[in-house]
């Protein structure tokens, strides 16, 4: 395990990666050769309605979206859907959190289930 200063403070824990990421120069610069636009957080993502006992609906800055993810609390994905509706209801109450993928973006919103 190696510990390093963070770039914008605190440390970093690197354990068990391969040879060519065992920096956090080298993490970072495997980060930069994919390259993945993130959206806006709360501005782009939207569910509605939310909170919700049912059904919900997904969009994400008026366009498409070609694909969402539910995750629970652990980060476990509980479902991969496309389109932009889906019945929640055979979800127990609590916080999710949805990704959207929308062409080569990635957003994320949360989702809270009653």
């Given at each position: 395990?190696?510990?390093?200063?963070?770039?914008?403070?605190?440390?970093?824990?690197?354990?068990?990666?391969?040879s060519?990421?065992s920096?956090?120069?080298?993490?970072?610069?495997?980060?930069?050769?994919?390259?993945?636009?993130?959206?806006?957080?709360?501005?782009?993502?939207?569910?509605?309605?939310?909170?919700?006992?049912?059904?919900?609906?997904?969009?994400?800055?008026?366009?498409?979206?070609?694909?969402?993810?539910?995750?629970?609390?652990?980060?476990?994905?509980?479902?991969?859907?496309?389109?932009?509706r889906?019945?929640?209801?055979?979800?127990?109450?609590?916080?999710?959190?949805?990704?959207?993928?929308?062409?080569?973006?990635?957003?994320?919103?949360?989702?809270?289930?009653?």
């Open positions: 395990m190696l510990e390093t200063p963070g770039a914008i403070g605190g440390s970093i824990f690197i354990q068990d990666n391969p060519e990421c920096s956090e120069s080298e993490i970072l610069a495997a980060d930069c050769i994919v390259p993945v636009r993130h959206l806006a957080y709360s501005e782009s993502v939207s569910i509605t309605p939310n909170p919700t006992r049912g059904m919900i609906y997904v969009s994400a800055a008026g366009r498409p979206v070609t694909e969402f993810r539910i995750y629970n609390n652990l980060g476990e994905c509980l479902r991969t859907l496309s389109g932009a889906v019945d929640v209801s055979d979800l127990p109450p609590g916080l999710y959190w949805v990704r959207v993928r929308i062409g080569e973006e990635i957003g994320l919103a949360k989702l809270v289930k009653m």
